[in-house]
């Protein structure tokens, strides 16, 4: 068994899979079947063997803020309705935690590059986030959304020459995928909410930024994944069954993903 | 009279005192390279090495001790596998991302001793701190090999030798691919310095 889970599949993709969907079927009745992508994204991390905090790196950093932003999502969900503005607010608040998470990072950079790349990793969260967030209402594209940042992050990092992040952001979209699943089965009445829509989105970036950051993965792949949200929203047969919609989104959400894997495998082609 | 017998005897000692003053020497960064070994699968040793290090050491014969003080620029590894070919990154690079050394946020490795131990007029072995990934453990050095003397080509005093230890990984954070990647590294440290 302890062989089986410390398989990278196993961590980055059929844990993380199987607990999505669980915690989406579990936490249906309570209307928090969003919180599945943040559960299996936190199996991942437990199974890869770096849920500690005493040196707070960027990752875990990283992985302190990706908790925090679907609970935040839970408290919007609950307590009050997010109106137009609370993409920008909720994105600009998560770009600024972007910029605690890689200071440590950004401080060994001259200066114009340091500003440059925290005006990079505040714009790509604030961006992701404000055009995910609306599709809260919408559990088939906000849960097609998550597997495309997720995968997109994911594999664009292992491009990028990080495996760690890339089973993360993998997890990411896995668990997402698990949630997806359920919505397959029983439809629009999953709900999605800002847990699911606010903890993808924040993550999916934070994850892509670590990628360009903390690895090789070129700003502009990780900027091409800003596209998932918009790709997600293009229109579905409204007609057809949850499923089919689900199959149709998740193929939407997936170009702007595989852009990103492709610039990425071409600027390693490349020497970048 | 006296006071002549007083200059004489300072005289007398100043050679002394200088031979026992502490000695300086810096590392030679070309003939510096902490080396490391570590389990590969349970298949194979994989060995590799940093190329940039700085630093010096102190060293009072007399008085049997000194300190060591030596910088490695973590983006500086090298296992023989940097030139990615058909794949989309080689394995040096990995080394470098956040999955192992994180080069990004922490560029330096520091190794700072505490206490040298000596045998006869030679160290023997060296206690001090690793810091790795922002996290600083007690690191135990044997030197398993010393010698000093003049070069042999430009003349100059030089002490040199080889140096050796192990830590585990883990420790320091350094998690990612246990127990695949083995957790113990072993480092052997060669090492030239010339007296200041």
């Known amino acids: 068994m302890q062989e089986l889970l410390a398989h990278p599949a196993v961590q980055g993709a059929v844990a993380p899979l199987v607990v999505g969907l669980a915690v989406a079927a579990l936490l249906l009745p309570v209307r928090l079947s969003g919180l599945a992508a943040v559960a299996g994204f936190l199996v991942a991390v437990a199974l890869i063997g770096n849920f500690s905090f005493s040196t707070l790196t960027a990752t875990r950093k990283l992985v302190l803020v990706a908790a925090a932003a679907p609970l935040l999502g839970v408290i919007a969900d609950f307590a009050f309705k997010p109106t137009r503005i609370a993409g920008p607010v909720l994105g600009t608040l998560f770009g600024a935690a972007g910029l605690w998470i890689f200071w440590s990072v950004l401080a060994h950079q001259p200066l114009a590059q340091a500003l440059r790349l925290a005006a990079g990793v505040v714009a790509l969260v604030l961006w992701t986030v404000a055009a995910a967030l609306p599709l809260q209402r919408d559990p088939v594209r906000a849960g097609a959304a998550g597997v495309g940042l997720g995968l997109g992050a994911g594999i664009g990092a292992v491009l990028g020459a990080s495996a760690l992040i890339g089973q993360y952001g993998m997890a990411l979209g896995a668990a997402s995928g698990g949630y997806v699943l359920l919505v397959m089965l029983l439809g629009r009445r999953v709900s999605a909410g800002a847990s699911l829509a606010l903890g993808v989105s924040v993550t999916a970036a934070l994850l892509a930024c670590a990628a360009v950051l903390l690895a090789k993965l070129p700003w502009y792949a990780a900027a091409v994944l800003g596209l998932v949200p918009l790709a997600a929203r293009l229109p579905l047969p409204d007609r057809a069954h949850p499923g089919i919609q689900a199959v149709v989104a998740v193929f939407y959400a997936m170009v702007p993903a595989a852009g990103c894997w492709a610039i990425a495998w071409a600027a390693s082609r490349t020497g970048g | ?196």
């Not at chain 2, 389990?39 to 630093?55: A, N, P, Y």
């Not at chain 2, 060591?68 to 973590?74: A, H």
């Not at chain 2, 045998?119 to 453990?137: H, I, M, W």
């Not at chain 2, 044997?142 to 430009?154: E, L, S, T």
């Open chain 2, 1 to 196: 009279m006296k006071k002549q017998s007083l200059l004489a005897a300072l005289l007398l000692a100043a050679p002394l005192a200088a031979s026992a003053a502490p000695e300086t020497y810096v590392f030679d960064p070309y003939h510096t390279y902490p080396n490391f070994a570590v389990d590969h699968l349970g298949i194979s040793t994989m060995w590799g090495r940093f190329d940039k290090s700085s630093g010096k050491f102190t060293l009072d014969t007399a008085a049997k001790s000194g300190s060591v003080e030596l910088v490695v620029e973590t983006a500086s590894i090298s296992t023989g596998d940097n030139d990615k070919g058909a794949r989309a990154r080689a394995r040096d690079e990995h080394l470098r991302a956040a999955d192992f050394f994180n080069v990004a946020e922490f560029p330096q490795m520091t190794y700072k001793s505490t206490a040298v131990k000596f045998n006869g007029d030679a160290p023997a072995e060296v206690e001090g701190q690793l810091t790795l990934l922002g996290v600083s453990k007690p690191l135990t050095l044997k030197i398993d090999r010393w010698v000093c003397k003049a070069h042999p080509f430009n003349k100059k005093p030089v002490c040199g030798g080889n140096a050796s230890g192990s830590f585990k990984r883990t420790d320091f954070g350094m998690k990612y691919g246990v127990p695949a990647v083995g957790d113990e590294i072993k480092l052997f440290i060669e090492f030239e310095a010339y007296k200041q």
